[in-house]
């Protein structure tokens, strides 16, 4: 579904050329759940930025069922309507209601108040806020505003949800409870989970993991399912 | 995103952070304010022009006046000026500026001129009411093409000796009490004749007219106007230095005037007058309006420093929402609707203290030195000139937010978000 092509990533030119991607080819099956994992500096934010098309690679391409996403389609588009995106930091509208800050990916699509309002109840209601819908986002907890940034990334039934370091802002309690949140939602919704954490405990409750090093795969492990 | 949804989020974003909003709104409002003074002040006087002279619109009346008028040099500090014998000589009093008989004869036999006039000057040194009371008694000539509007009794004809027509002010000086009852009576005038010596004339109302700031408060028919006029001026001596004529109807204005030069007079219509006057006014809007486009400079200033602010302030959020899947063009669009909306804003407080400035400002001139000038409202802020208004500053401030929404829409959105 989601698959990365002969990917390079090189900042800087000629003696100062610093290569963050070196020949990175992976797929992403529908419905998996993945976890990029690495040190500071290993290219897995890189990688994760190249994979929702907010970076260029240098070389290789990224493709969506089969089409360029850089080259074929607007990127833009299919980013608010393929992709739904949980960050370390949250990166809620403080000022604005918890309705609102879930509706964002839909105004930002165009579509009407009262449809995005619907769906990001919708939404809210999977992650367990449903009673906080009118508070503003600056009044809740850590591991709520991480729980109302996880209803955003799904209000519009993205295929693939990108997860960066999802914990690493929380305290050990939310953070299992996001983990568990995440994982419930993946399978519920059928969603392609990609995880990128340097939490390793975190990464092994995926199917499949993969370890970055220095701009390369160093390790790609995956589960064996159970029959 | 929708339109609608950008201009919210633009709206609501000013209300981040409100003391800067405010500050810059300030300024705006500031330049606001004075370009619509400006303007109302010009649109104010024009009405007034416009309503006073709106009656002369299509009147075939022509002034006319020796061209040479223009040759005044009375004042002394110049140089020695070369005689030229094309030229009438020039003047320190206007003597010769007069129209001689010879010379109204050469009026009116000017192709195109009908009707000629002469508007007497006649001077009453004062009119004695029933009571006895003594008033001025400013006057005019009835010319048989200048309108009056004779909201009672008739109108004068070129030949009526004996009558006059009033402003409907002027009723006490005939001790009416209603301009209907002043319709028969008698306005006694007393003036000087060329000796020196007074004398009383009495005059019938025949028409009471509304007051209008062009007219004199007393019309005299043209029989005794020319007859006072012969006893007050020297035996001998021209009465008038310009007259008033029609043209025929086969003539165009242009013609007229041009067959007029040709024989060394100047023809002007009322038309001309007017755009004179415009003229005139517009000159002065300029003016005034340039002071307000340096306030409205300034305020430009703010508006683009107020956004940059904004862009830094904003700048995770930029990623974010591109992140989530805007388009840099709606980055644009939500900063550039943002400065145009703080013009709007700004162009609405300005409006607002322009037209309470407005009410003040009349109500203040109408009770001192416009005291008794009906019909004036000095600024006339218009509807349509709010919108004028409000819609230059709010392309003014959506121009001037152009740089700094462009560069929001350019902004890195990995870089942006990891933007502390």
């Not at chain 2, 009672?152 to 402003?167: A, E, F, R, W, Y």
């Not at chain 2, 301009?179 to 006694?188: F, H, T, V």
């Amino acid at each position: 579904m989601l698959e990365v092509v002969n990917v390079n990533k090189i900042y800087g030119k000629k003696d100062k050329a610093f290569n963050a991607l070196s020949n990175i080819s992976l797929s992403f099956d529908k419905g998996t759940s993945n976890a990029i994992v690495g040190k500071s500096g290993s290219g897995k934010s890189t990688l994760l930025h190249i994979l929702i098309g907010l970076d260029h690679p240098t070389d290789g391409s990224v493709l969506y069922n089969e089409k360029n996403i850089l080259n074929d389609m607007n990127t833009d588009t299919w980013r608010g309507k393929n992709v739904g995106i949980v960050f370390q930091q949250f990166f809620l509208q403080p000022n604005d209601s918890v309705l609102d800050n879930v509706g964002l990916p839909l105004k930002l699509q165009g579509i009407s108040k009262k449809i995005r309002n619907i769906k990001a109840a919708e939404a809210l209601k999977k992650v367990g806020l449903e009673d906080r819908m009118k508070s503003k986002a600056n009044d809740l907890s850590g591991g709520q505003k991480q729980r109302v940034a996880i209803a955003r990334a799904l209000v519009d039934n993205p295929s693939i949800l990108i997860a960066d370091e999802p914990t690493g802002n929380l305290d050990t309690e939310n953070g299992d409870a996001i983990e568990k949140l995440l994982f419930e939602l993946q399978k519920k919704l059928g969603t392609t989970l990609v995880i990128v954490t340097h939490d390793t405990d975190l990464a092994k409750r995926c199917e499949r993991v993969i370890y970055l090093k220095d701009g390369k795969i160093e390790k790609d492990t995956k589960k064996e399912k159970k029959s | 995103m929708k339109f609608v949804d950008i201009i919210k989020t633009s709206n609501s974003n000013l209300r981040r952070s409100k003391l800067r909003t405010f500050l810059t709104l300030l300024a705006i409002s500031i330049g606001t304010f004075t370009l619509a003074l400006s303007l109302g002040l010009g649109q104010g006087l024009r009405n007034y022009i416009s309503s006073e002279l709106g009656q002369y619109k299509g009147v075939n009346l022509y002034q006319v006046e020796k061209t040479t008028l223009s040759n005044f040099s009375g004042f002394g500090n110049h140089d020695p000026i070369l005689y030229d014998e094309n030229k009438s000589p020039s003047s320190a009093n206007y003597q010769n500026n007069f129209l001689s008989p010879s010379e109204i004869s050469q009026i009116k036999q000017v192709k195109g001129v009908q009707n000629l006039e002469l508007p007497y000057a006649v001077v009453f040194e004062y009119a004695t009411s029933p009571s006895g009371i003594k008033y001025e008694a400013s006057n005019s000539t009835f010319l048989s093409q200048s309108p009056f509007n004779v909201v009672t009794g008739k109108n004068l004809t070129s030949n009526d000796p004996g009558s006059v027509l009033i402003s409907q002010k002027y009723l006490p000086l005939v001790g009416a009490k209603d301009i209907n009852s002043a319709i028969g009576k008698i306005l006694s005038v007393t003036y000087k004749n060329s000796k020196g010596l007074l004398s009383t004339m009495s005059f019938s109302v025949k028409g009471v007219y509304e007051p209008s700031l062009i007219q004199a408060p007393i019309i005299v028919n043209r029989q005794d106007a020319e007859k006072i006029a012969k006893e007050q001026a020297p035996a001998g001596s021209p009465l008038v230095n310009f007259v008033f004529i029609s043209k025929a109807s086969d003539v165009t204005d242009a013609q007229i005037k041009s067959n007029l030069s040709n024989a060394k007079f100047t023809g002007r219509s009322f038309a001309d007058i007017n755009n004179t006057l415009n003229n005139i006014i517009t000159g002065v809007q300029i003016s005034l309006a340039a002071f307000s486009g340096i306030a409205i400079l300034a305020s430009v200033v703010g508006v683009i420093n107020t956004l940059f602010m904004a862009v830094l302030e904003r700048t995770r959020e930029i990623g974010l929402f591109r992140a989530l899947g805007s388009k840099k063009r709606t980055i644009f669009y939500l900063f550039s609707v943002e400065a145009a909306l703080l013009g709007f804003w700004g162009g609405i407080v300005g409006i607002l203290f322009a037209f309470l400035a407005q009410t003040a400002i009349n109500k203040i001139a109408a009770n001192t030195f416009l005291k008794g000038v009906d019909g004036i409202q000095l600024l006339n802020i218009r509807p349509s000139l709010v919108v004028f208004i409000i819609v230059v500053i709010s392309v003014i401030t959506w121009i001037a937010g152009l740089l700094p929404a462009f560069k929001a829409s350019q902004v890195d959105p990995i870089e942006s978000l990891r933007y502390e």
